[in-house]
């Protein structure tokens, strides 16, 4: 039963990462635009 409880935990830990991972991808381009626009302001 521990072992289930583990294989969960890094599943879980993995899912979540990756769900992380996608949305930076699909949201990089506004990421650098702003910091750029932030960058020239000062």
Known sequence: MA???AT???A???V???TIQ???L???KYFVKGALV???KG
Do not use: C, G, N, W
């Open 3 to 5: 072992a289930l409880a």
């Open 8 to 10: 969960l935990k890094y």
């Open 12 to 14: 879980t830990s993995i």
């Open 16 to 18: 979540a990462t990756l």
């Open 22 to 24: 996608l949305v930076y």
């Open 26 to 28: 699909f949201l990089q």
């Open 38 to 40: 932030e960058a020239i």
